[in-house]
């Protein structure tokens, strides 16, 4: 080919190569910016069991919550102090990423409060999605490691700041500074919630600060860009034009009889907003922690003044079953929604895999190993439910950890164990089942691999395995009944 037909062909597919990417990246921000139809609240429930893990609950108006995954936890943390509370849901601008942070505290363990403030962890949990269903493994961002005499990192938040491409992630350490020790919100700023830099003050407080959040108000209603509420004794709220600036203090709500404790009345926590969709309106909730009463919304339509926030009546909002603790909200496209609904939405109950031959005994999962056993403790080792099949394909199963959500049932060079879904094409198969009369009795079950459709769920010794079933003791081995 000539030198200038090659150069002609070569500026001809650079071209091309740039207009699809801008033309994809015009498609992620026209998908981030589509219509917003419900709302996913991500929360925790309590200082007990596995109430210190997180919880996911849907809205359609914003006002009526149910819990979703049938009320138990979404995800479960397995590092750090293996609990977390204080969930904060982060999209990217584009919606092609999500994230959730959260405190790395678990008071279930048997950790008292003193302890947790002087010396709990200086990090934060991270999870990651791309589709908010299948999450990463958690990890440890250690935010506070730097703050001299960190006693803790609490109630994390994160925002996108537009003027740097980069995302503000602000929390509360006890710490102290010329002489005084109590909690102050400190900052770094992050691209991947993985690097991060050095921590600065953000805010400080006379009688200290633990929980503050951030929204942006397009729009600047109330004369601000953002506007941020804060626990420092009241609910304070405060505004400002840009998320480092100058804030200027708006109020608080004692006039509603409510505070942080300070002037006493309904004492409240973990303040989250909420966009209302479709509307200029917002709700600010507070956490009745002191009277364990849980969310409580207060609405507004201008936050320029706290004088304009009304209560609502208990007849005016629901909030589900479960005590939701402090947490986040995160308006919801019509996809997104559809997606976490198909995944969380549908309540399905927990069952168990009684063995036909030894029917004292049933699937459990130990050790992540799976085996068979009698007088199975806790119970729920031996409960799963039964999912649509990870692969994809229509009349398939896939059994999901009751104790464990996000890890399913899967073969590993034909063993059984259990495993967290890492979104990859092979686990899907590996852990999707089609589930057919009973080998050796039709009233019961048993569970055919997909991507090995001449192999059956079976225990041999008691362990779990992957097997050809050809004689009337393997078909045996390889029929349950499933139990509710």
Not at 115 to 129: N, Y
Request: net charge neutral; proline share 4%.
């Amino acid at each position: 080919m000539p030198t200038a037909l090659r150069r002609v062909a070569s500026t001809l597919a650079a071209i091309c190569l740039a207009l699809a990417a801008l033309i994809a990246t015009t498609a992620e921000r026209a998908a981030a910016l589509d219509p917003f139809t419900g709302y996913l609240l991500a929360h925790f429930t309590g200082d007990t069991g596995n109430g210190e893990q997180i919880y996911f609950a849907h809205s359609s108006d914003g006002m009526r919550w149910t819990d979703l995954n049938g009320g138990a936890p979404v995800l479960l943390s397995t590092v750090g102090t293996r609990g977390v509370r204080d969930p904060a849901l982060v999209r990217s601008p584009t919606g092609d990423k999500y994230w959730i942070i959260a405190t790395d505290l678990r008071i279930a363990s048997g950790t008292v409060w003193s302890d947790a403030t002087e010396r709990g962890s200086t990090a934060l949990v991270v999870w990651e999605s791309t589709d908010l269903v299948t999450w990463s493994a958690p990890r440890l961002m250690d935010v506070a490691k730097d703050i001299p005499g960190a006693g803790d990192a609490w109630a994390p938040e994160a925002i996108h700041d537009p003027s740097t491409g980069d995302y503000l992630v602000y929390w509360a350490t006890n710490a102290t500074l010329n002489g005084v020790r109590h909690h102050r919100v400190y900052s770094v700023r992050t691209r991947d919630f993985r690097t991060f830099t050095t921590p600065q003050l953000y805010i400080d407080r006379p009688q200290g600060i633990i929980d503050t959040q951030i929204i942006e108000v397009p729009g600047s209603v109330g004369g601000h860009r953002y506007y941020r509420a804060s626990a420092d004794g009241q609910i304070t709220v405060e505004g400002s034009n840009s998320l480092l600036g100058t804030w200027t203090r708006i109020g608080d709500l004692s006039h509603l009889g409510i505070s942080n404790g300070a002037t006493g009345g309904n004492v409240v926590e973990g303040p989250m907003w909420q966009k209302l969709n479709g509307r200029t309106e917002w709700n600010l909730w507070v956490d009745q922690y002191a009277s364990k009463r849980g969310y409580m919304p207060l609405t507004s339509t201008d936050l320029g003044s706290t004088r304009n926030f009304r209560t609502r009546s208990s007849s005016e909002y629901s909030m589900g079953t479960s005590t939701k603790r402090h947490g986040s909200v995160l308006n919801l496209t019509a996809a997104e929604e559809a997606r976490v609904l198909a995944r969380w939405g549908t309540a399905r109950p927990a069952i168990r895999l009684q063995s036909h031959n030894y029917p004292d005994r049933y699937v459990r999962h130990l050790d992540f190993d799976v085996r068979l056993d009698a007088g199975v403790s806790p119970l729920q080792d031996s409960q799963f439910r039964l999912v649509p099949g990870l692969a994809g394909a229509s009349g398939t199963v896939s059994l999901e950890s009751v104790n464990f959500p996000g890890h399913y049932l899967r073969h590993y060079g034909f063993d059984l164990v259990l495993a967290r879904d890492d979104g990859t094409s092979v686990f899907g198969s590996d852990a999707t089942f089609t589930e057919v009369p009973g080998l050796a009795d039709g009233s019961a079950a048993s569970f055919r691999s997909y991507n090995y459709p001449d192999r059956y769920l079976r225990h041999f010794g008691f362990e779990l395995r992957l097997d050809t079933v050809s004689t009337s003791v393997a078909r045996a081995d390889a029929t349950f009944r499933v139990v509710r």
